[in-house]
């Protein structure tokens, strides 16, 4: 269980300076000053001049890496779930791109799969008009 006191919440709207309280992986309290029995044994996190904000979604992301149009040597790395989460990605469209030759459905099925595992919301999408849940 986690507590987040004085807190700048936006749910996505603005709620002002807000304590959070956090149990099981869920929010389960917002309001303007939460106090627990120390018993239940909270961590608690100084919010204080920081802005607490629902997850942002990223609608276009080449998860198994990007570039490849002018060859094998001008392709970029594969997403992390450290390089989302990071910047408070939680969801992310994973397009496959235009290298059908090092990238293909199978291995972005794998990549969006693996990602899952690690509690990561992802949609996979193999074209701008088709959206594939794993």
């Not at 001008?74 to 910047?87: A, D, H, M, Q």
Request: charged share 20%; net charge positive.
């Amino acid at each position: 269980m986690k507590l987040i006191k004085s807190a700048a919440v936006y749910a996505p709207e603005y709620l002002g300076e807000k304590d959070v309280f956090l149990a099981g992986g869920k929010i389960c309290k917002v309001e303007d000053n939460i106090r627990l029995p120390s018993e239940f044994g909270v961590s608690i996190i100084d919010g204080t001049d920081m802005l607490l904000v629902p997850g942002f979604i990223d609608s276009h992301v080449h998860v198994l890496g990007g570039g490849g149009e002018g060859g094998f040597a001008n392709r970029t790395p594969e997403s992390t779930l450290s390089g989302f989460t990071r910047y408070g990605i939680t969801t992310v469209i994973g397009c496959l791109g235009t290298d059908g030759y090092g990238r293909d459905i199978s291995a972005l099925i794998a990549k969006v799969k693996g990602l899952r595992q690690r509690s990561f919301r992802i949609i996979q999408q193999k074209t701008a008009f088709l959206h594939l849940l794993v």
